[in-house]
């Protein structure tokens, strides 16, 4: 479906599905396997519970990657409200858009993944120790997964880094919005709260292009106040913060895989104790159910 399609044309139930669908092809694609960084004992943690931990955005190596995505959005609908006049209701509307914006009230929680199991800039952000392992997933074979949470399902939506396409997807979003708002006369379909609601949900997808080698997808999970429910909160210690996170289960639906998450390969990151730590893993794995998963020990040089 284009993205210029009428709104007489499109279907009004809900803004987050409608602008998902129409950008579906810039938001995955077909890869044999996705990665997911952690350490040891986080590793442990994903296989033997099939628990991920969603981590707060505003407290994960770089504080600032949302701000990225907000920049972008104050951008463009600063400029549309200056170009309406005073009296115009769409700029009314917009500023209401722009004020919850400003005020995010939303706590975003973020599970992130990577296309390339064996990259230097993951090693040093995500695995905080000489341990870092990396676990692979078959791609196709994690669709099948359930990340389970308060009767939500959750999966991996690939990270946006060409700035141009970031803000064709907000400008979308407003324009539909616009467009119901002329429609629908007196109440708009869409209300200045769900259109931010919605702007908000696809922020996090938007890095800069200078962490574009990195080729990351990601779970979004997100509490708002606004929200009829709130997804049960976590705290643990990580270096020198506390962090916050929210705890994502899975399941898996084919009934053959008793369940099991499905794990292709494990990387551990470079370390002087690797060869080591590969014959424990190899125990380790053997004993919970993935006897013939791979381990592999990354090459390249860490300082």
């Known amino acids: 479906m284009s993205e210029q399609n009428p709104i007489s044309k499109i279907d009004m139930k809900a803004l987050i599905p409608l602008i998902s669908k129409e950008f579906k092809k810039y938001f995955t694609k077909n890869i044999k396997a996705l990665y997911h960084y952690t350490n040891l004992e986080g590793a442990q943690g994903i296989i033997s519970n099939k628990t991920f931990w969603a981590s707060h955005i505003k407290f994960m190596n770089d504080s600032k990657e949302y701000s990225h995505g907000l920049e972008v959005c104050e951008s463009i609908v600063q400029k549309l409200i200056q170009e309406l006049p005073v009296e115009n209701p769409r700029r009314a509307y917009l500023e209401e858009v722009f ?32 341990h870092g392992i990396s676990i692979g997933f078959d791609f196709s074979s994690l669709f099948d997964v359930s990340f389970h949470l308060s009767e939500e399902n959750f999966f991996p939506r690939k990270v946006i880094y060409d700035h141009k396409l970031q803000e064709r997807i907000i400008r979308r979003i407003i324009n539909v919005s616009l467009l119901s708002l002329e429609l629908s006369g007196v109440k708009p379909q869409f209300s200045p709260k769900e259109v931010a609601r919605t702007i908000g949900y696809f922020l996090p997808l938007f890095k800069h292009a200078t962490f574009s080698e990195e080729k990351e997808w990601r779970i979004i999970v997100t509490n708002s106040k606004s929200m009829s429910y709130q997804h049960e909160l976590k705290f643990r210690a990580r270096d020198n913060i506390i962090l916050p996170y929210i705890e994502l289960e899975t399941h898996n639906k084919v009934l053959q895989n008793d369940n099991r998450l499905p794990v292709n390969q494990i990387i551990i990151g470079p370390s002087g104790t690797n060869e080591f730590t590969a014959r424990s893993i190899n125990y380790y794995l053997k004993n919970v159910g993935y006897p013939t998963v791979p381990i592999k020990l990354s090459h390249i040089p860490y300082r």
Not at 104 to 122: A, K, N
Request: glycine share 6%; hydrophobic share 30%.
């Open 99 to 130: 004020t919850i914006l400003e005020e995010q009230d939303t706590d975003i929680f973020v599970v992130s993944f990577c296309e390339s199991g064996d990259l230097l800039s993951q090693w040093r952000g995500y695995s905080r120790s000489q």
